[in-house]
């Protein structure tokens, strides 16, 4: 089991949570967000099958209900070390003003470098409704 977390800057209190996930790998592995939700923000991946596949979990949507840091975690049932490249995009309206990030994570979980295994999505709006 290798375990990496990732800070969600721009993420506050008050703000709508949207987790998404795939994988194209023969590891299983849980994606979540830890911090002050609403809810618990999960996604599993339970078989060992290398084609394309969503993620499982039923709830994708959270609130962020306090002030503590929000982090990404990773757990992947590998050997060898994760190698995650993670970007973010701040969501500006025409006057600059910031109303969200949105993060993607392409994680690599073994060595042929294709960064494919995990592809994780998190869009954050400070604006609900
Ligand atoms: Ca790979």
């Given amino acids: 089991m290798r375990i990496r977390e990732f800070d969600l800057e721009h993420v506050q209190k008050g703000d ?10 023969a590891s299983t592995g849980t994606i979540s967000i830890e911090g002050p939700l609403d809810r ?19 709830l994708r ?17 590998v050997d060898c070390d994760l190698k995650v490249i993670k970007s973010g995009v701040l969501i500006a ?3 600059g003003k ?15 470098n294709d960064f494919n295994d995990y592809w994780v999505n ?8």
Avoid: M, N, Y
Wanted: charged residues 30%; glycine residues 8%.
């Fill in 16 to 25: 709508v949570l949207f987790l998404s996930a795939c994988s194209q790998c």
């Fill in 40 to 58: 618990s923000l999960v996604l599993r991946k339970t078989v060992k099958d290398s084609e394309p596949l969503p993620l499982d979990g039923d």
């Fill in 61 to 77: 949507t959270a609130v962020v209900t306090g002030d503590g840091p929000i982090r990404l975690k990773a757990e992947i049932e």
């Fill in 93 to 95: 309206d025409r006057d």
């Fill in 98 to 112: 910031e109303q969200g990030i949105h993060f993607a994570f392409d994680i690599e979980d073994g060595s042929d």
């Fill in 122 to 129: 998190v869009a954050c709006w400070h604006h609900r409704g």
